[in-house]
T-cell receptor, first 113, second 109 residues
Framework: EAGVTQSPTHLIKTRGQQATLRCSPISGHTSVYWYQQALGLGLQFLLW???????NRGNFPPRFSGRQFPNYSSELNVNALELEDSALYLCASSTSAGYNEQFFGPGTRLTVL | GQSLEQPSEVTAVEGAIVQINCTYQ??????LSWYQQHDGGAPTFLSYNGLDGLEETGRFSSFLSRSDSYGYLLLQELQMKDSASYFCAVNNRDDKIIFGKGTRLHILP
């Protein structure tokens, strides 16, 4: 069974640009979560999508947004990139009721210059 | 506010037992999860406690005390491959997911 996949692996942008990160969940999983992992700060919860709807979002500005598609894949968009947005962005998936057991993808390393 | 506290680093000897503590403050607490992350890797799920008590999975056990807002991860028969970061995470009634900053476990031969 394929795990959670993310693309691209690495992404380099300049300040002010937009970044789009993609995630495909495990087959049968309807929930997708996005996290930011900056050095030394642990995992910061960004967004939670379930069955195509945004279920919740963390304490991030509106320039962090996303969506979930009918096939449950998801995309994270970061507008007006700032230097401090440089981090590893992790996507995880679970069954709708299984948010306590999340399966993580390998992440996208975003570097903002 | 909502927060989780866990030690930043713990050092133990191969073959020994180590306990990683996690204290939390959140409203409408549902349960406590634990994840392991090796350098350069993705977090992997280890265990979940929704009720008070001990959950055992092989060499790893996790404990929860809801009245004390406290839990811990216990690793037995430590192996060098257990060197990693360990995160506790809570879910609450507002559907917020909060991760701790992680505990770096160093294992000495």
């Amino acid at each position: 069974e394929a795990g959670v996949t993310q693309s691209p692996t690495h992404l380099i942008k300049t300040r002010g640009q937009q970044a789009t990160l993609r995630c495909s969940p495990i087959s049968g999983h309807t929930s997708v979560y996005w996290y930011q992992q900056a050095l030394g700060l642990g995992l910061q919860f960004l967004l939670w999508y379930d069955e195509g709807e945004e279920r919740n979002r963390g304490n991030f500005p509106p320039r962090f947004s996303g969506r979930q598609f009918p096939n449950y894949s998801s995309e994270l968009n970061v507008n007006a990139l700032e230097l401090e947005d440089s981090a590893l962005y992790l996507c995880a998936s679970s069954t709708s009721a299984g948010y306590n057991e999340q399966f993580f993808g390998p992440g996208t390393r975003l570097t903002v210059l | 506010g909502q927060s989780l506290e866990q030690p930043s680093e713990v050092t133990a000897v191969e073959g020994a037992i180590v306990q990683i503590n996690c204290t939390y403050q959140t409203s409408g607490f549902y349960g406590l999860s634990w994840y392991q992350q090796h350098d350069g890797g993705a977090p992997t799920f280890l265990s979940y406690n929704g009720l008070d008590g001990l959950e055992e999975t092989g060499r790893f056990s996790s404990f929860l005390s809801r009245s004390d807002s406290y839990g811990y991860l216990l690793l037995q028969e430590l192996q060098m491959k257990d060197s990693a970061s360990y995160f506790c995470a809570v879910n609450n009634r507002d559907d917020k997911i909060i991760f701790g900053k992680g505990t770096r476990l160093h294992i000495l031969p």
